[in-house]
Structure formats: C-alpha cells, structure tokens
C-alpha cells in the first residue's frame, strides 16, 4: 500500500509520471515493487528492505547519502491475538518529502495522517517526522506508565505478604507461578520499549546534528526535546527494571523459602518415625526367650514406649525452632 499526503490536501493513494505538488509525505505499507520503483525514480533515493531496516548496527540505520537522511528504528506491533512484537520502520528525509517505509499497520502513523489536514505546524517532511517520534515517546511514556503500575502492585502482593499468605500449599504454589508469570511479562514488555525509545534518540539525535542543512530551528528545537524526553525515560526505565529484577529475586526466594518449609516437615515426619519403628520391630521378633512377653503391664508399656519414642523428637524440634 502507498498513501502520499499534501499539506493541506487529501491523501493520494497512487503515483503517476510526477510527484504531486505540495508532498510532504510519502508512506509506503509493506510496498510492491512497482510502488518501490516509482518512488524510487521520482526521488531518487532506495527504498531498502525488511532484512536492511532489521540489521541492529549503527551504520546501518543511520546513513547520510546525497544530501538525504536513511534511518530506521524498530517500533512495536500488534498481531491478531493481541500480541506485541518489534517491527522495523524506515525513514526517508529529503529537504521537503518523508518516505516512510513500514510492514506492519501502526496506530501512531494512522494517527497522525488525520491530523495533516487540520495541523497546520505539519507543513513539510520534517514535521512529520519529528511528530513521529514525538508519538513514539508518548506511546512510551504510555506503555512506561502502565508498567509502573502493574509493578506497583504486584510490588505491594509480594512485599505485605499477599502472594505467600495462603495456608494451602498448592494455592501458594499457584500464586507465584502467576506471579512469576506476570514478572516475565511485564519485563518482555519492559524489553520492547527499551528498543523503541533507544532507537528513536539515535535517529532523533542523528537528524538533529546531521541534517543542519535542512533543519530549521524548529525542528531541530523539537528533535532535541525528543532526544531529552527519552534520556528521562531512560532513567524511569532503569528504575523500574531494577524494580523488576527485585520482585523477580524476591519472589524466587519466597519460593525457596516454600521448598525448605516443605523439607523441613519431610525431615520431622521421617526422624519422628524412626524410633516407634525400631521398638515395632525389635518387639515383632518371634524370639523365644523374650522377657518382656510374660510382663502383666507389657502391652501398655510397649504402647508407652513407643508414643513417647515418637514425642519426644517432637519436643526437641520443637525446642529448637522448628515449628516458628
């Protein structure tokens, strides 16, 4: 799909022999190679690939090449289940035009298309682009949020006792698998907005002092406040994912703390067992000369011996702390 935009004019869905007038955008959704080939010989520029915009070095998503700017920085997609993954986009700046060159529908481009017709601040290729990554920061910001609240909570579970305070073992059990479960995911997701927030200030910082020729002081004011914006995200970010290695530590050690429970009572079972079954035994052996069978109290007192051999493991266990 190719839709370009014209400010302040309605979107174009096909090219023909020349550029349209007035331009300012060009936005190309998992192109054919005939929507490559005509952009490609109208601006004469490339229009790279998936696997080009995927390479993670520098050099490769950050090129200056006759008098143009070629930048790419991963942004986040939804499937069909709701799932989040990485997708690359491209970008294409020239003095007037924006190429965008993306294979996935994202929220923030459709956004943005409406409002060139009623934004008059979107009047070239750069606004457009600086109002991307603006967008991209917000949906940051907005995913950063989210997470921080979701941790918050769980933080709050964790640390007051609710995820351990069942009595039930199994119920317990369960409830730190989720929890365990929940952290993974809120660090995955942690993950991704690390990626589009580090790639958007590459670009943005790259544009901002590559593109001077270009750039007016607008634009470059609006690049460094994204630049800004994302270095105090950054540090939100770093906060909340040693936040996140907490809880994951924490509740990694609450499960510990479940398994020596779990032995402790294995170990008082089998030493409590042990010596009513020595006494069972010695006294269940058909001896002939066994004094204590001809014994009037020898039953009672067998019954005697062996609670009291069974009790009192329990009474030094319990001296020593076991049951606290």
């Not at 917000?138 to 921080?148: F, I, M, S």
């Not at 062996?306 to 030094?316: E, H, Y």
């Amino acid at each position: 799909m190719l839709k370009m935009f014209r400010h302040p004019s309605d979107s174009l869905s096909q090219i023909d022999a020349e550029l349209p007038p007035d331009t300012i955008w060009i936005d190309l959704l998992h192109p054919s190679d005939d929507e490559k080939r005509s952009v490609e010989r109208l601006l004469k520029i490339k229009i790279p690939t998936e696997d080009s915009l995927s390479e993670i070095e520098a050099s490769s998503r950050l090129i200056l090449d006759h008098g143009k700017l070629y930048l790419s920085s991963p942004a986040v997609r939804l499937d069909e289940q709701g799932d989040a993954y990485l997708t690359p986009v491209g970008f294409i700046i020239g003095s007037r035009v924006l190429v965008t060159v993306r294979f996935w529908p994202l929220p923030i481009f459709d956004d943005l298309a409406k409002r060139i017709d009623t934004d008059d601040s979107l009047a070239d290729g750069m606004c457009v682009f600086t109002a991307l990554l603006e967008a991209m920061v917000d949906r940051g910001a907005d995913v950063l949020e989210h997470l921080g609240a979701t941790t918050d909570a769980l933080s709050r579970d964790v640390f007051k006792g609710g995820l351990v305070r069942s009595t039930r073992p199994v119920r317990s059990s369960r409830r730190m698998r989720e929890a365990l479960q929940q952290i993974g995911v809120s660090a995955e997701k942690l993950a991704r907005a690390r990626d589009v927030l580090l790639g958007v200030q590459r670009i943005a910082s790259f544009a901002s002092e590559v593109g001077n020729d270009w750039v007016t002081p607008a634009a470059k004011k609006r690049l460094d406040s994204v630049s800004k914006d994302v270095l105090s995200l950054s540090d939100y970010e770093t906060r909340l994912s040693d936040k996140i290695q907490l809880l994951l530590d924490a509740v990694l050690g609450f499960i510990n703390i479940q398994q020596n429970e779990l032995f402790k009572i294995l170990t008082i079972v089998s030493v409590v067992g042990v010596p009513p079954t020595i006494l069972v035994g010695i006294w269940g052996m058909n001896f002939k000369e066994m004094p204590e069978l001809s014994w009037t109290w020898g039953y009672p007192l067998a019954w005697l011996a062996v609670i009291a051999s069974g009790v009192l493991p329990l009474l030094w266990f319990k001296r020593r702390g076991w049951f606290d």
